[in-house]
């Protein structure tokens, strides 16, 4: 069984990585953001719970993060294993984790560190459009993947947008949190034994094949 999280920058890869190795493993990919914005679009209680605090620009809870995990980590299309991103990204959101994967008698196998240059997510980062229609949420970028029709998502149709945390100041700041905050976790899953560190600065493919090759497949 392969419980994998994913850390890097934004700008990494991760969610690009993480889906081409969830399709060949046959398992999950979870990620957080994505998870949280299907609770809202599809108005459950947990999303409505959601849009009270995100309408006042409050920060979500602790505890309402977590039961979005919980249960998306409960389901039993992830018996055989899940690969998840964008969580965990502080020291308290890891020992919540623990906690919930405990609880479900598993535990992390695989801590893939994405690595690139904060000048590198800079670039990919500003230049990155996403596809505003939730149930796609296709990436592009205007100079590395651009769309075919200018201002339009291949898969679906819908607008691409620039989401308002890709613009610079934006980005600078949250290179500065996954510094202080997330790197930490790296050397806490080097003394786990369960850090694989993978260089992020190559091509979409040339990045995969290094992480299968870590897995074998
Ligand atoms: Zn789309």
Redesign the pocket.
Known sequence: MHNIIMIGPQGSGKGTQADLLARKLGIPHVSLGTLLRTEVANNTELGRTLSSYTDRGEIVPIEIVTEVLKKRLSASDTVTGVILDGYPRTRAQEETLESIMSELGRKITDAISLNITDEEAMKRLSGRRV???V????NYHIEYHPTKTPGR??????P?VQRKDDVPDAIKRRLEIFHAETKPLISLYAAEGVLREIDGMHMIDEVQTSIRAVFGV
């Open positions: 596809c505003a229609n149930a796609c949420e296709r998502c291949d898969e679906c149709g819908s691409v």
